[in-house]
């Protein structure tokens, strides 16, 4: 495998990140407003979840001892002991003078491990790309306004409205930081209220909310079975999807470790909420789960040569037996289900699918996740898969 250079070290200066073969050591490549910025890191994987261990900064510290700490770091690993867990690498630019496009880059290399999918990460990165840096990209954070707002918006507002309103807020949030740390000063002109909102139209005017396309709850069970004639993983991990009103990335990304005889506990990263969840399986989906276990040796539940589905496994299967259903549209056909057929409260239909109940005083009362009263709902939701019903 081939390793770091001192002379590549010393003179890369594109943005990406670099690996030191077989060391687990990794150099990260960023800019800065002076020039690129690279950090050393130790790339490892604990309890399912990989994690980068900040090892310094080049050329405070050199290639030879940054390897050294790697390879010690990896030994500890294979002996048992993870290194401390602590924040990401600290990658703050030098904030006199600073552009939009260094301090908003910095500001997402910093927040990342807020998004729980790297697909949100680069969402980001590739809208401010797109509509923002061309423009206000070498600006100084310090004087970015309102004018520069409606540079932005204006051409895509009534046209693409739903992704204006987003590169609106990520932009309104990077400014508020800024403002937090001193680098600008007054008002946000990336604010709705109070700003923007008196120079453009509201986004709820200009179109229709548009949700996820869900398959009507009666017509579940038919599609249900025809998607349980295919052995495929893909198959398998919507019937499972179904089964547990789950979503995409909980699916995909479904362990064994997580499961015991009768309960799939999802840890606090694995979830949107950040929130442990438990889910109460079905009689149906243990079956499943038994199934699979006799086809796949692997960590992960639903694999293929080894590694976890894509996120695009099952809707491009779903698609090819019913073109215009979602794979997310399934969760709301649960929850019509549950209200109209199922009788169950409206609280116990929510803490099925992992949303927050009542005001933060009224989760700071009510703790329990409801799951023994949920084990009956999920029972009669697969009842009705397979029978329709009847």
């Not at 003078?97 to 301090?103: D, G, K, L, M």
């Not at 001193?182 to 008002?187: D, E, I, K, S």
């Amino acid at each position: 495998m081939k390793k770091l250079t001192y002379k590549f070290v010393a003179n890369v200066s594109k943005t990406g990140r670099y690996f030191d073969g077989g060391t687990s050591l990794h150099l990260l490549v960023r800019q800065g407003v002076s020039g690129p910025r690279k950090y050393w890191v130790f790339r490892y994987t604990h309890n399912g979840k990989r994690r980068d261990k900040s090892l310094g900064v080049f050329p405070s510290v050199f290639l030879t001892e940054a390897r050294k700490r790697a390879i010690s770091l990896k030994a500890g690993l294979n002996d048992g002991n993870a290194p401390k867990i602590e924040s990401p690498v600290e990658c703050f630019v030098p904030l006199k003078n600073v552009t939009f496009r260094a301090y908003a880059l910095d500001w997402i290399e910093l927040n990342k491990t807020q998004w729980s999918n790297q697909k949100h990460h680069n969402q980001w990165v590739s809208s401010l790309e797109t509509y923002c840096f061309p423009l206000i990209g070498e600006k100084p954070v310090t004087d970015v306004d309102v004018d520069d707002l409606l540079q932005i918006l204006g051409p895509i507002w009534n046209t693409k409205t739903e992704s204006a309103t987003r590169i609106r807020e990520r932009i309104e949030r990077i400014l508020a930081a800024a403002i937090v740390r001193g680098v600008r000063q007054g008002p946000n002109p990336a604010a709705w209220r109070g700003h923007l909102e008196f120079l453009l139209p509201k986004p709820s005017k200009i179109r229709l909310v548009r949700h996820h396309s869900s398959v009507p709850y009666k017509e579940l069970p038919k599609l249900y079975a025809a998607i349980k004639k295919s052995p495929t993983a893909s198959a398998c991990a919507l019937r499972f999807l179904i089964l547990t009103a789950a979503r995409t990335g909980e699916v995909v990304g479904a362990r064994w470790s997580e499961f015991s005889d009768d309960t799939w506990v999802l840890p606090p990263c694995r979830m949107k909420g950040r929130r442990e969840h438990r889910v109460a399986l079905s009689s149906e989906a243990r079956k499943m789960l038994i199934t699979r276990n006799l086809a796949t040796s692997g960590e992960y539940v639903f694999d293929r040569s080894s590694r976890p589905l894509s996120n695009m496994a099952m809707l491009q299967f779903l698609k090819r037996i019913h073109p215009n259903a979602t794979v997310h549209g399934f969760r709301s056909s649960f929850r019509v289900w549950a209200a109209e057929v199922s009788g169950c409260s409206s609280d116990l239909a929510e803490q099925a699918l992992a949303h927050s109940v009542g005001s933060q005083l009224e989760r700071a009362y009510q703790r329990s996740d409801l799951l023994e009263q949920r084990r009956d709902l999920m029972e009669a939701w697969a009842q009705y898969l397979k029978r329709g019903g009847i």
